[in-house]
């Protein structure tokens, strides 16, 4: 009634805040296995959303390098295999310090997706960013609900893959194995 002031502002932040974790959280519950499989070129995929996101990685001053073996293909959902590269190169802009690298390659009859940056966490085992809600405390002063890499690991599930995170010297590394 009386226009914009601290108080509606910080309503209607917290407002889309919320509608956001819904939106999230709505995903989450209802990715199923149904969705539409077909033969997705995950290599020519992965390259071309990297190169999307090139200019914020710039902005952003972080070192992004990249190691794609071509024509890597994989009966999966388009939807799916985007969401998983979304979010892995979220997590990279929001966390890297300074450098990210990301993998794409072709072990025996297994796919790698390998995505890696530097972090200020300590070493070890750190797979319970994968658990829904939760955050790192690198995640400090980063929107976001700690649902991102849920969603992921759901997805990798779903294709009977298997999801690891590791911090060793200051390098995070997440694999992702299909």
């Given amino acids: 009634q009386n ?18 974790l819904v939106r999230e959280l709505g995903s989450l519950t209802v990715f199923e296995e149904t969705e539409t499989k077909t033969s997705t070129n995950l290599s020519d995929l992965l390259t071309a959303v990297l190169e999307n996101n090139r200019k914020k990685f710039e902005e952003k001053q972080i070192d992004l390098t990249y190691d794609i073996t071509p ?11 985007k969401n998983i590269y979304r979010e892995l190169i979220s997590n990279s802009l929001k966390f890297s310090v300074s450098k990210a690298s990301f ?40 929107d976001g609900a700690g649902l991102g890499l849920a969603y992921v690991k759901e997805i ?9 995170a590791n911090v060793k010297n200051g390098i995070i590394t997440i694999t992702i194995d299909l």
């Avoid at 226009?3 to 956001?20: A, D, E, H, L, Y």
């Avoid at 024509?71 to 295999?81: F, N, T």
């Avoid at 025996?108 to 790192?136: A, E, H, M, S, V």
Wanted: charged share 25%.
């Fill in 71 to 81: 024509d890597i293909s994989l009966l999966i959902s388009d939807e799916a295999a």
């Fill in 156 to 164: 990798v599930r779903t294709y009977n893959g298997r999801i690891d």
């Fill in 103 to 142: 993998l794409l390659q072709k072990q025996n009859d297994r796919i790698k997706i390998i995505q890696t940056n530097d972090t200020t966490l300590p070493n070890g085992n750190c797979d319970q960013i994968f658990d829904r809600f939760t955050t790192l405390e690198n995640a400090s002063g980063t």
């Fill in 3 to 20: 226009g914009s002031n601290p108080q509606t502002q910080s309503i209607n932040k917290q407002v889309k805040r919320m509608t956001k």
